[in-house]
């Protein structure tokens, strides 16, 4: 963890936090607020169901600080209540948390106007659209993954599912994003 330059160790940071210095914990929110809004947002598509379920994450984290045993980075921790919360909560609202349903109810958007558009800007549209079709175990996978760069491990501690279960969800994830490219294409070129 960083504090205006310098690197504190994760058991300053909880020490000082548990001897009730609350700018340390400051400092962890600053620090994993990218992580954690990440999770939250690929698994929950409401805004102020996002905004609560963070709020609760960082006070279920703070009340729970004096129980971290640092098997892990501090990061890893608090990544591991957003991603359990998060499910959580979709259980609690029965949202389905790996299901794929068939129905689409929308066409694919397409660029109207390809010469004002790159294509590779149009390929990421597509990407951005296929990624937010995934379920949401998917969707936080391939975030964690290909965008916050952590390794299948880590991903399987934040996850509580295993390293091989990991691998497999993310061939899973891509082989989805794949197929629903590939038919987005040769229906466009239709």
Do not use: C
């Not at 962890?28 to 379920?53: A, F, G, Y």
């Not at 066409?107 to 296929?130: D, H, R």
């Not at 295993?162 to 497999?168: A, E, H, L, Q, Y």
């Amino acid at each position: 963890m960083s504090k205006e330059g310098f690197q504190v160790s994760d058991e300053d940071l909880v020490e000082k936090i548990l001897n009730g210095n609350i700018q340390s914990f400051a400092i962890v929110v600053k620090d994993t607020e990218k992580l954690v809004t990440q999770i939250v947002r690929k698994m929950i598509s409401n805004e102020d169901d996002q905004k609560d379920l963070v709020q609760e994450i960082y006070l279920r984290a703070y009340q729970s600080l004096s129980s971290f045993q640092f098997k892990s980075k501090l990061s890893t921790w608090i990544a591991t209540i957003a991603y359990n919360r998060t499910i959580i909560h979709l259980q609690k609202k029965k949202i389905p948390i790996t299901d794929i349903t068939e129905s689409r109810d929308e066409k694919f958007p397409i660029i109207e106007n390809p010469e004002s558009a790159t294509i590779k800007a149009e390929e990421a549209l597509i990407l951005q659209t296929e990624i937010a079709r995934l379920p949401p175990l998917y969707k936080t996978l391939i975030t964690l993954y290909h965008l916050e760069e952590l390794p299948t491990k880590e991903i399987a501690e934040i996850t509580n599912l295993p390293d091989g279960t990991v691998k497999s969800y993310l061939f899973r994830a891509r082989k989805i994003l794949k197929d629903n490219i590939s038919q987005h294409y040769s229906q466009s070129s239709s």
